[in-house]
């Protein structure tokens, strides 16, 4: 709920649109081209042409950077999460175990317009693009953009490859930084949770000099920090555990301290299972014994719920007037983000136990002697606790120079560039892998004791094992050049016909490394097997925009665009847009569009990596049902996280979309607005890998995605990216503005913005069955039927508050349970409440996040490695207070 402050009556019904909470908002400005008051030619996000401000009819929602401050929403990922149609909020917290995908993020964050996917929401830093993150090259990582340096924020909520190209199917998400700075100003804030764990600071600084107007030119730059303190499973009664009895809760691994083992020649060689310390207890509470003889590890214990963050931005910007109208620009985009994610420790399995151990149960070792072994080798399955949890230390890092010149020549407003842009990202083991071949030589010379705590000899010969250094790399780099012009060409009976032409020329280079001499040792860092690999393509597009007043009240847009990939062929986009004023009060408007998005080259260049799986599955064959069969291991088949071969293909086709949009704005008094808007996309070809809840569900249908050993035993589920197939979504969005009055007790205003979505409906393959995904959890995550936030404001002098509540609605849970604990997950309501005060270039803003100190209701998802609650759409942290303060001089 962006509340949009425009200039007239009927200016405000052309710019009304879905806005976000309690975040108040200028005029649809977008790259602004001058510094003089009153209408200028601007352009806005969502067309090329030029127009003057009350000419504007692309509906925008508009964040403007002051007030997203005073919320203390501190990193743009936070501030997107407030707008109802960004469908996922979860960042940092990805690094955690690489959550859906199992493979590694760097703690990426993404947007997610309609809940199609980051991959289909285009991000932009001043109207052009930034390189993807390298670790699926899909989509911007949004911890490099600098908060401290943006002026907005332009959210358009519509289908935008006619304008912009790939990736705009979803909607297009402008990050503006100032235009010019020419004071100092130095900021500290501090989010203080009351609860342990998450803390955060911040401190920026941003200074600059001369004025475009009196000087011909400005030199800014802007020096941002931000740190958050790590926040563990441990410090949230809600996270504690993936055992909840009374949910039907038990997500658990079959890898465990102290080991499992099995026994293939007892039983005259229908095996035996067990675990010496199952009668005991095992190792309470880390691991719990089971009914049939075995520990299982209750891993959530020992990750984080959100890792430890750090991130430093700087951006620098000169403009130069060059006379004649003409503006020349550089910018300097440098940007780090560093991740530390934890989770258990390493999962080694079949290990050799010989009968010559002394560790062997029943020998000197002390282990309990176990009844019904037939004296030959035991295979063990042991998570080595004394290794220590696994970290992954992420470092990511940004760069983007920016050349730009525009200005008028011949009656042309023009605008061109050439930028160039690298996204870095690396991962390095500090703690808790280990060497997989030194350490299964460990238990089968009888050195390392799987069943108990090490002895001396048994401890130095584990911390040999360590295995410690970068482990892989990769690098996008995106070099490109734009040009683009518009002008009046004649008079139509509602105004000027307005045209804009342009081309982009661009370079893409993906390049992934693998530290084979890391990664080959270590087979739960789902590298072993992978090889570096790299890709490159060459992008050219032209495109034209035509802006048609054919009467007073009513415009109409055109536009088309080409583009032609090196590696994936060529496409042509066409929009229509309307606009029609049928009263001051009234404003109706409508779009058509077709979309595509290119597959990334990482998603064609991927190197195959074998990973776990998110869930525990037992294997169709050996253990069908949870029963192991004669010749199973139950150990390796039953019940426990499976691998899957995921990577790229080179054979993916681009992803195509239809769009088409309409919607009213009313006023009915001069201090209410009112936008309602129905949109329809429909998705063909999706790219994604086949969530393996699927592969799993349908044995017979998948069959030949099961690969296996020579032996018969299995060895991962092939899931390589594919075009899977459909995907239908419409809704509404829905926006109240309204002005309460003036009083001598201030000013108040009301603001809504809630998006209903009316279907969800997906294939996961080519002519197959539609799965219905609103209101509740289908393979992956849920869709929500309704969201919104909402805000209170009150202003009075230097003094402001604000009140503000986002609000989700309940959904069916994943249930993949005992059918008596299958259950709903309750609607999700936070209230967060700031005020400030600003004096003598002083400003000082206090405030409370989660009021209530609401906890996330519970969920027995098993997607991702944080159990009890889904982190992606609820806040872990409870109940914070903040503090921020500024002096500009």
């Not at 009513?554 to 847009?577: F, I, M, W």
């Amino acid at each position: 709920m962006l509340r949009e402050i425009c200039l007239s009556r009927s200016i405000r019904l052309i710019c009304a649109s879905g806005l976000a909470a309690g975040l108040f908002s200028q005029p649809a400005l977008a790259q602004d081209s001058g510094d003089s008051p009153g209408l200028q030619r601007v352009e806005v996000t969502g067309s090329s042409i030029k127009r003057l401000v009350s000419e504007t009819a692309t509906p925008l929602s508009i964040i403007k950077a002051e007030e997203f401050a005073k919320q203390g929403l501190t990193t743009a990922q936070e501030v997107l999460s407030k707008i109802p149609s960004n469908s996922s909020s979860m960042g940092s917290g990805n690094a955690v175990g690489g959550n859906t995908s199992g493979l590694p993020t760097g703690g990426q964050a993404s947007a997610d317009l309609r809940g199609l996917g980051g991959d289909k929401t285009l991000v932009l830093l001043n109207g052009r693009r930034i390189a993807n993150h390298p670790y699926d090259g899909a989509s911007v990582d949004l911890n490099i953009i600098p908060i401290a340096a943006l002026d907005r924020i332009e959210v358009l909520r519509d289908g935008a490859s006619a304008i912009y190209g790939t990736d705009a199917i979803g909607g297009v998400i402008n990050f503006i930084t100032k235009r010019s700075v020419n004071a100092t100003n130095v900021t500290a804030e501090v989010v203080a949770p009351q609860h342990k764990g998450g803390g955060e600071h911040r401190v920026n600084l941003s200074t600059g000099f001369g004025k475009l107007d009196g000087d011909g030119y400005n030199i800014f730059g802007v020096v941002d920090y931000h740190k958050q303190n790590v926040l563990t499973s441990q410090d949230r009664d809600f996270s504690k555990t993936g055992i909840i009895p009374a949910r039907g809760l038990s997500v658990t691994s079959g890898t465990t301290f102290p080991g499992n083992y099995f026994d293939a020649a007892a039983n005259k060689g229908d095996g035996l299972a067990g675990n010496p310390y199952a009668a005991t207890g095992c190792n309470p509470p880390l691991s719990v014994a089971a009914a049939n003889g075995t520990c299982r590890q209750d891993y959530t214990r020992q990750i984080d719920d959100l890792p430890a963050q750090e991130q430093v931005a700087f951006f620098g910007k000169g403009a130069f007037k060059l006379g004649d109208g003409h503006l020349a620009t550089l910018e300097y985009l440098h940007s780090e983000n560093k991740v530390k994610a934890r989770t258990a420790p390493p999962p080694q399995t079949g290990l050799v136990l010989p009968i010559s151990s002394k560790y062997y149960p029943g020998n000197s070792g002390g282990v309990p002697a176990q009844t019904g072994l037939s004296g030959q080798p035991l295979s063990v399955n042991w998570r080595p606790v004394e290794a220590g949890q696994r970290q992954i230390d992420s470092d990511g890092k940004a760069d983007r120079l920016v050349l730009a010149l525009e200005g008028e020549v011949a009656g042309w407003d023009y605008k061109t560039g050439l930028s160039h842009a690298v996204s870095k990202s690396s991962e390095k083991f500090t703690g808790g892998y280990v060497q997989d071949a030194s350490f299964a030589a460990g238990v089968l010379n009888g050195i390392l004791n799987p069943f108990g705590v090490q002895d001396a000899a048994g401890k130095a010969y584990l911390d040999s094992t360590a295995l410690r250094g970068e482990v892989q790399n990769a690098k996008v780099t995106t070099t490109g050049f734009d040009i683009k012009g518009s002008r009046e060409l004649t008079q139509l009976a509602g105004g000027p016909l307005a045209i804009a032409l342009g081309a982009e020329l661009r370079r893409e280079k993906a390049d992934f490394n693998v530290n084979r001499d890391i990664a080959g040792q270590a087979a739960s860092s789902g590298l072993s097997g992978s090889l570096s690999k790299s890709g490159s393509r060459d992008i050219e597009a032209f495109f034209g925009e035509l802006n048609l007043p054919l009467i007073k009240d009513l415009e109409v847009q055109l536009a088309a665009r080409y583009d032609h990939y090196s590696d994936v062929g060529s496409t042509t986009n066409p929009k229509l847009g309307i606009r029609y004023q049928a009263s001051p009060q009234l404003v109706l408007r409508g779009s058509a569009s077709t979309g595509f998005r290119a597959p990334t080259l990482f998603e064609k260049n991927a190197p195959p990596s074998k990973n776990d799986t998110n869930d525990s599955y037992s294997d169709p064959v050996l253990c069908p049902g949870g029963v192991p069969q004669p010749g199973s291991n139950p150990l390796r088949d039953c019940e426990i996280q499976q691998y899957k071969l995921q990577g790229g293909n080179e054979n993916l086709k681009p992803e195509k979309s239809t769009t088409f949009a309409f919607g009213i704005v009313l006023e009915p008094t001069r201090d209410v607005t009112v936008a309602i808007d129905y949109w329809n996309i429909h998705l063909k070809d999706k790219i994604a890998a086949l969530p393996e809840q699927s592969i799993f569900g349908d044995y017979q249908r998948y069959k030949a995605l099961f690969l296996r050993n020579p032996d018969g035993s299995p060895y991962a589920i092939l899931d390589l990216n594919e075009n899977l197939g459909e995907v239908k979504t419409d809704g509404i969005d829905i926006s109240l503005n309204s002005r309460l009055g003036r009083s001598s007790y201030g000013d108040f205003s009301l603001s809504v913005d809630g998006t209903w979505t009316h279907k969800y409906d997906y294939q996961n393959e080519r002519g197959g069955e539609f799965i219905h995904n609103v209101g509740r959890y289908a393979d992956n995550n849920p869709v929500f039927r309704w969201k919104h936030t909402a805000s209170l404001n009150w202003r009075l002098g230097s003094w402001g508050a604000t009140l503000s509540q986002s609000f989700k609605s309940g959904y069916t849970d994943q249930n993949n349970v005992a059918a008596q604990y299958k259950q709903d997950v309750p609607t999700y309501s936070l209230f967060n409440l700031s005020g400030s005060y600003t004096w003598n270039g002083f400003q000082l803003i206090a405030g409370v996040k989660n009021l209530f100190d609401k906890q996330p209701p519970f969920s027995n998802q098993g997607t991702l490695f944080q159990k009890g609650y889904d982190p992606r759409y609820t806040d872990p942290i409870g109940r914070a207070y903040y503090l921020r303060g500024g002096y500009t001089f």
